[in-house]
Structure formats: C-alpha cells, structure tokens
C-alpha cells in the first residue's frame, strides 16, 4: 500500500492506496498526528510512501525521518520540473512555483487535456491557468479564509469571536448582524470574488473552451459560484502520482 501525503502551510492531507483503491485518509496537524492515525488502523501495511511539502526544507526533512523510521520505508518527495505529463511550467524560474500548484495544475490537465483554469483554497487561495497544449500561463495568489480572518482578529481591537460562531455565520450570506457574521461572510465575499475574477480573465482568454478546476480544504465554499466546475479534493494527489511513481 502506497502512503500519500500532501503537507501544506496549515494542515497534511494523507491518504493510502492499495493498487487504485483508497483505503484510508485523513487531514492532521502533525508527523506524529499521522503516525498515531496510521498505528490505529492495523489493516494498513504501508509499503511505499510518497510525499509533496509546501513547507521549510527542515520542517519537510524531519517529516520524511518519522514516516521511513516508523514503517521502515522509503519515501519519495516531489521536485520541481520544467516539463511534466505534457504541461510546461510558466514561471521564469521553474523550481520557485509552488509544488502543489504545480502538482494541482498538472492533475487537472491529465483529466481533461483542455485548457484549465485550477482553484486550491487553502492557508492561501491559488489560481493557475493552463492552455489547451499544456503550457502554464502563471496565476495569482491571495490569501485564503484563514489567513483574512486572522489579519482582521489580530490587527483589530474589537473583532473577536469563537469558531464555532464562525462556522454557524456562514451557513447563511445575508448582510451580517453581528462581528462574527459580517466578518465571515465578508471574506467568504472576497474569496467568490477572487474566483469570480479569475472565470472572467479564462473567459478573455479562451472563451467557453476551458474547465475550471476547484481544490483545496475551503473549496466547497466557493463552489456555488462555479456551477460547471469540478471539485477535485485529491487533484494534488493524482499530480504527485505523476511525479513520483512507483
Ligand atoms: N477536515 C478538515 N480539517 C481541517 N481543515 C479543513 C477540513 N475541511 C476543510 N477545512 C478547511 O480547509 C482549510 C485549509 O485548507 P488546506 O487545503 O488543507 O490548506 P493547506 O494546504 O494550506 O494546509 C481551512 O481553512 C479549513 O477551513
Ligand atoms: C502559494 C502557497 C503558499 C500555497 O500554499 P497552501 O495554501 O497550499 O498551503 C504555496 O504554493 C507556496 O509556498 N508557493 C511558493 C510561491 C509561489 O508559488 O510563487
Ligand atoms: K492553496
């Protein structure tokens, strides 16, 4: 069985493959967090692993330490590349985009080989266009639903509140009448406007000839705002597939 895991700035998205079937996932904070999971679910036997870290080099390295040492297998990381599974990279240098921009970009273009527009609301919200022939054009970043929420908490005096208060207030998007419910649907705005942006800018570019990709924790959120697009939650996955096989 293959371990994957997608580590991003706040949370490791794991899962387990056994040939094509997935077996087990999770989201958890920690190393040790998916180790204790891994331990609790005895019918896993993890034979390989392969990995993509959007994190610091050390903070990465001692990742892969307690995955190999704990099931005594070898891990592959994910590495940047100019040209991968007919996509090509946009950047000027290659290596500083995002691995799991890049990862996202190139599982969406295995799935559709047409010009895609790929959405990961995470930490940071990320857009990335693709061509028709594979060639990245470049993207946007902004921050995501935490990171704006958290700005405001902690550059304001008066707004604070309680997640659980958070997650009630976005069940509806009528003007707010509390902090709670004017903050939170104020940034969910932002983020529907932000993939808002991004449709229009696809449209310029190749009409109604493209498909729009939606990854990330925070993606069902501004799923309403793209009736035709796909929700892809393991889209990073199926790009690190590619990357490392095994
Ligand atoms: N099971 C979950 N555990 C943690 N966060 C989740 C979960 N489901 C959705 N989320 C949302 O996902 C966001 C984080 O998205 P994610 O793609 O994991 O970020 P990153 O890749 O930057 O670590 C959080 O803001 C949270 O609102
Ligand atoms: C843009 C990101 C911070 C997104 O990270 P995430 O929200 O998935 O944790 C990450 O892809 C990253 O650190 N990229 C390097 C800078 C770049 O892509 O230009
Ligand atoms: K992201």
């Not at 967090?33 to 994190?55: F, K, N, Q, Y």
Request: some cysteine.
């Amino acid at each position: 069985m293959i371990l994957e895991m997608d580590c991003g700035n706040s949370f490791i998205k794991w899962r387990v493959l056994d040939g094509l079937k997935v077996v087990g996932g999770g989201v958890v904070d920690s190393g040790q967090e998916l180790v204790a999971a891994l331990l609790a679910s005895p019918l896993l036997h993890i034979t390989s692993c392969r990995l993509v870290s959007v994190r610091s080099d050390e903070e990465t390295a001692s990742l892969i330490t307690v995955v190999s040492s704990r099931f005594s297998v070898a891990v592959k990381c994910a590495s940047p590349a100019k040209v991968m599974a007919g996509v090509t990279n946009g950047y000027e240098h290659f290596e500083r985009l995002g691995l799991d921009r890049w990862l996202a970009l190139v599982g969406a273009y295995e799935l559709s080989r047409r010009a895609c527009l790929v959405l990961d609301l995470g930490t940071a919200v990320t857009a990335d266009f693709v061509a028709r022939d594979g060639q990245h054009l470049g993207g946007f970043i902004c921050p995501g639903l935490p990171l704006m929420r958290n700005q405001l908490r902690t550059h304001t005096r008066r707004i604070r509140y309680d997640t659980l208060s958070a997650e009630q207030a976005l069940q509806r998007n009528t003007p707010g009448r509390t902090t709670v419910e004017a903050v939170e649907r104020g940034c969910l705005m932002m983020l529907r406007g932000f993939v808002l942006s991004q449709l229009e800018l696809a449209g310029d570019y190749w009409g109604e000839d493209y498909e729009v990709f939606l990854t990330g924790g925070d993606a069902d959120l501004v799923a309403c705002a793209v009736p035709d697009g796909r929700l892809v939650k393991d889209l990073v996955f199926i790009g690190l597939a590619a990357a490392c096989p095994v």
